[in-house]
């Protein structure tokens, strides 16, 4: 191996000094050194005199210092071959990634104390407080924030203090900026990052971006996002607008029901300064997909092409309609949040909904087995009182949702209800709006019955059109939970042949769900008894806008309905109707009397005037009525 110029200097004067030249090679530079200063001007003399000191300072201090330090040992080790033998051991046992073999052996010289550890410097930030993020956390399962899916097969296997636990998946609403705005706005006392809420996000609440295939959206929101959609490149100022910031951009305020009922005069003006007066080409041509009903009665997509101006005037036709309907369904959202926050012990809230029918399967079936299966109906509910709440499933054989099977259903539901919670006096029902199984005048009557066999004061309340899968979220999970503990066990081996094999499944897991059989023996015996009740049944006027019951005595209901319409009514009018098709010069206090446009109530009788209980708006009424059944 080829030696460096300082060792082979060294190696050098060795030489020398072995051969006893080494005093005379001295000698010979001392002469040197002199002729060479004698050579010097003073300047350089006196240069190199200065550079001598400080050389030789240097030196000296240098000396000192290491005479007062213990020398260290060359090595720990005897002999080399033992000390190469030590490190050829640790060696072997390092990662062969050099980045991680650098990493290790510094741990060990900072454990050792051979090198100081790094300071790290850490920003110091003021920590959210538990019920900050505890509010947080509730806000991401709000009904109307996300909805939880239904399926049996749609659950995430989360991590909790170090036990696996399955969760029903919940998927966003909207994006995580507009949660965080919206959550901005209600809750204004509350000072939290974007990304702190983003941080906060519960595992088992997905992007509104991994949401499966969209099914049951709504018709108002969609049409108007089709339409936003096609026109965003055509109007300043709106190009990629959501529809929670295109409906500010056309209120005051959108809370308030002067504004989304356009009767507003600050804001009524606003389509057409953020909209129409802001078209960049009004002739240009492009398309758009609008969802209507066909000729034969479907629902389908429907393709237009037309100018911006014809697109923009459909818009319009559409706003009215769109902001009431979204007012409607924020209150709706509103009051069941509120209800459930106002429960106690006596006042309790109650979502019912039917899950999808459950297939009964096999592990190992054959092949014609598959399209035979038999189906089990699944009622679900959840309680929410005071003390505590209830998750409830009764499943049954019969898998029809007729009128028959839903009240027998409500009356095994409240029986149980009374067990779990005697001291329970009033009872707020929500549901979807569906026409074959709740919203039917024959459930208005039987509820009637159901409110004096088990002394409640019941009320039924029906979500907004096309709005029932965010709000029913709570019910659907566990419809899905029910089906996919159940499939679980029949894919291990297990049978489930009927209702009742799905119950006693459903009890073995020691599941928090309360699960009843209803026999279709029950039913057919039901069908008897209801049958009477049902019998000649009067018609509920607009029944398709009633959106909230309560049940006043036996045959007597209140409907609480609101509709759009474009006429504009006033008393006098209203009266002036009554008037011309009834004869109410000798009505009496509680005589009813049935219009076309409206059922009105009598409820006050004085000489010289006659009290309508009625709500009206410019534009919009809501008609509140009583109706009696006879």
């Given amino acids: 191996m080829a030696l460096s110029g300082a060792e082979r200097a060294r190696r050098y004067r060795e030489k020398k000094k072995a051969a006893g030249l080494h005093e005379l090679i001295k000698k010979q530079d001392r002469k040197r050194k002199r002729i060479a200063r004698s050579k010097m001007s003073l300047a350089k003399l006196k240069q190199l005199r200065l550079r001598q000191q400080t050389n030789l300072h240097k030196f000296r201090s240098k000396s000192k210092l290491s005479s007062t330090l213990p020398s260290p040992p060359d090595s720990s080790f005897r002999t080399k071959q ?3 033998k030590a490190l050829n051991r640790i060696l072997n046992v390092l990662p062969a990634n050099k980045g991680k073999q650098f990493e290790l052996i510094k741990e060990i010289a900072t454990n050792l104390k051979i090198i100081e550890p790094e300071k790290k410097f850490e920003r110091t930030q003021k920590s959210l407080s538990t019920d900050v993020k505890q509010q947080i956390y509730d806000y991401y399962f709000r009904d109307d924030i996300s909805y939880q899916a239904p399926g049996k097969r749609d659950s995430i296997t989360i991590k909790e203090n170090g036990v696996k636990k399955k969760l029903q998946k919940r998927y966003l609403l909207y994006s995580l900026n507009e949660i965080y705005q919206m959550f901005a706005e209600e809750n204004p006392q509350v000072q939290i990052s974007c990304s702190s809420f983003k941080n906060l996000r519960p595992c088992n609440v997905l992007y509104k971006s991994a949401t499966p295939h969209n099914l049951c959206l709504c018709i108002y929101h969609e049409n108007v996002s089709l339409l ?3 026109i965003d490149e055509h109007i300043h100022g709106i190009k990629s607008i959501d529809l929670n910031l295109f409906i500010k951009l056309l209120v005051c305020n959108d809370s308030q029901e002067l504004c989304m009922f356009s009767n507003c005069n600050q804001c009524s003006n606003n389509f057409k300064i953020s909209i129409q007066d802001k078209i960049i080409n009004p002739s240009a041509i492009i398309k758009w997909s609008l969802w209507s009903t066909s000729n034969e009665g479907r629902t389908v997509k429907t393709d237009y092409e037309g100018t911006v101006q014809n697109c923009v005037n459909i818009l319009k036709t559409k706003i009215n309609p769109f902001l009431f309907h979204v007012f409607i369904k924020r209150q709706q959202s509103n009051y069941f949040e509120m209800s459930k926050k106002n429960v106690t012990d006596e006042k309790c809230v109650l979502q019912v909904d039917y899950s999808e029918n459950f297939s009964i399967i096999e592990q190992n079936e054959i092949h014609s087995a598959h399209w035979s299966r038999k189906q ?7 309680v929410w009182s005071q003390s505590k709440t209830y998750p409830l499933v009764i499943v049954s054989d019969d898998s029809s949702h007729d009128k028959f099977t839903v009240g027998k259903c409500l009356e095994h539901l409240f029986t149980r209800l009374k067990i779990l919670l005697p001291s329970m006096k009033e009872l707020i029902i929500f549901s979807d709006g569906s026409a074959s199984q709740f919203k039917q005048r024959f459930l208005f009557k039987n509820l009637t019955y159901l409110a004096n066999q088990f002394s409640l004061k019941l009320s039924w309340n029906f979500f907004a059109s096309h709005h029932g899968k965010g709000n029913l979220g709570v019910v659907d999970g566990i419809g899905g939970s029910s089906k996919r503990t159940v499939y679980q066990d029949v894919m ?11 119950l006693h499944l459903i009890e073995q897991k020691n599941s928090l769900i309360i699960i009843d059989e ?17 019998n000649q049944v009067k018609a509920v006027p607009n029944i398709q806008k009633v959106h909230s019951i309560n049940v006043i005595d036996i045959d007597k209901i209140e409907c609480i309905s609101c509709e759009f319409t474009d006429d504009i009514y006033s008393p006098n009018d ?7 098709s009834h004869d109410v ?14 059922t009105a109530h009598m409820i006050n009788m004085n000489k010289n005037e006659q009290l309508l209980q009625k709500l009206l708006r410019a534009g919009y009424f809501y008609v509140k009525s009583i109706m009696r059944y006879v």
Wanted: charged residues 30%; proline residues 2%.
């Fill in 82 to 84: 033992s000390k190469s």
């Fill in 228 to 230: 936003l959609h096609a």
């Fill in 376 to 382: 089990l109906s699944i009622f679900t509910a959840y």
């Fill in 492 to 502: 291990s081996g297990k049978r489930c042949r009927n209702a009742k094999d799905f």
């Fill in 518 to 534: 209803l026999s279709p023996d029950e039913i057919e015996l039901g069908r008897d008894e209801l049958g009477l009740v049902f």
């Fill in 574 to 580: 209203l009266w002036h109707i009554l008037k011309e």
């Fill in 585 to 598: 010069d000798s009505a009496k206090a509680s005589d009813w009397f049935d219009l076309e446009l409206f």
